[in-house]
Nanobody, 116 residues
């Protein structure tokens, strides 16, 4: 059974930094893309950043220049380095993995709160 285990959320002051990690396990299929989505209270889930097996990367406009997504293919792990955090970055962050053959999996989410 595929599992995505996230870590690294928490409370941080505006301007601070956090690093999220997500490790995928339980499948022999290749991972085509891994990334992060977030959902703030009362809002829909949105893409934050994702990285493809080709190394192509997508970022939401709101995080460009502040967040960096990276991936360790050997460990099936994706990271999200978040700098210059703003209160509007407060949300539950979900890890996502897209496997070959189209299988799509989500982590349980980790809460990031940006507040003074």
């Amino acid at each position: 059974q595929v599992q995505l285990v996230e870590s690294g959320g928490g409370l941080v002051q505006p301007g601070g930094s956090l690093r999220l990690s997500c490790a995928a396990s339980g499948s022999r299929l290749s991972i085509m893309a891994m990334g992060w989505y977030r959902q703030a209270p009362g809002k829909e889930r949105e893409l934050v950043a994702r990285i493809f097996s080709s190394s192509a990367i997508d970022y939401a406009d709101s995080v460009k220049g502040r967040f960096t997504v990276s991936r360790d293919n050997a460990l099936n792990t994706v990271y999200l380095q978040m700098n210059s955090l703003k209160p509007e970055d407060t949300a539950v962050y979900y890890c996502n993995a897209l496997f070959s053959l189209g299988s799509n999996y989500w982590g349980k989410g980790t809460l990031v709160t940006v507040s003074s």
